[in-house]
């Protein structure tokens, strides 16, 4: 499945409008934002001036608190009708693939990629081009979706019956990935990193954040 692929399927009108009236926004990323944000500040606090960049900022869900975090915000995405959603909250943003940004070396202080990890092609390279764009002393922040957990299971099925019935609804790339594995992309980029589970439903957590330095 092609990055073009995962590009259309966000460039449709209202994509998000369902989604956050929904009974899983207001519970599962409600709660989601409380841990993710509650990390963010227990590592770097609520500086102002350092500069974030968002990537895969999708329809803004944490560029707006970041922002509000007094963050100087940065974006990028592959859709331009998600970046149209946080515009009024950055300094700069690009559209545009993860794994090669028009960014600087050593430029930003913080970078975050929420639910992002899913839907790429080559995840080792968004971590090495992240890599590259962070300061020496800079921060990676970011989540997968655990393969072993008995609901992502679940989602694969969901999706298979989703395009029987031609459904539209499920992303064009949707992977999980081991804990294991997540270690591998880590190792050779950061020196530091830690690996916390989201959402421990039994028998095994439903995410992992990463936290890398």
């Known amino acids: 499945m092609s990055v073009d692929a995962v590009k259309e399927y966000y460039e449709e009108p209202n994509r998000w409008k369902w ?16 841990i ?3 990390l963010i500040n227990e590592y770097i606090g609520k500086k102002k001036n350092k500069k974030l960049l968002d990537a895969g900022c999708g329809y803004g869900r944490y560029t707006k608190k970041f922002f509000e975090f007094g963050f100087d915000v940065y ?6 009708s998600m ?3 946080v515009k009024e909250f950055c300094t700069d943003f690009e559209i545009s693939d993860l794994t090669s940004t028009k960014f600087e070396d050593n430029f930003f202080d913080v970078v975050t990629s929420i639910e992002v990890f899913d839907h790429l092609e080559s995840p080792e390279s968004a971590i090495q081009e992240f890599k590259r764009v962070l300061k020496n002393d800079g921060m990676l922040l970011f989540t997968i979706f655990n393969r072993k957990s008995i609901f992502y299971y679940l989602h694969r099925i ?3 019956i989703f395009k029987v019935i031609r459904l539209n609804i499920g992303t ?9 594995e997540m270690k591998e992309m880590l190792n050779g980029n950061f020196k530091q990193y830690e690996i916390i589970p989201l959402y421990h439903i039994f028998p095994t957590p439903l995410q992992y954040v990463a936290i890398a330095k």
């Open 19 to 34: 989604i956050v009236n929904s009974f899983v926004y207001k519970n599962y990323f409600k709660k989601q934002e409380s």
């Open 36 to 38: 993710i944000l509650g």
């Open 75 to 80: 974006a990028v995405d592959l859709s331009e």
């Open 83 to 85: 970046i149209q959603n």
């Open 158 to 160: 969901l999706r298979v």
């Open 172 to 180: 064009p790339i949707s992977k999980g990935y081991t804990i294991e």
